[in-house]
């Protein structure tokens, strides 16, 4: 896994469960919203790499 992309997903990641507990907390579903769809890619960036790395010699 690439050191930018490992980044990457992880600030995704983080970006999205802080953005998704603070939707809950103020009680605004978008932002919910918003946060869990950042966590997601930032999950499946990181499933990405994942398997890429797998493939490597």
């Known amino acids: 896994m690439t ?12 970006k999205g469960k802080l953005k998704e507990a603070l939707g809950r907390t103020v009680g605004n579903e978008r932002m919910t919203a ?14 990405k790499e994942k398997v890429k790395d797998a493939f490597r010699p």
């Open 3 to 14: 050191a930018g992309e490992k980044v990457k997903a992880k600030t995704d990641q983080v």
């Open 34 to 47: 918003e946060g869990e769809v950042e966590r997601r890619m930032g999950d499946a960036r990181e499933a």
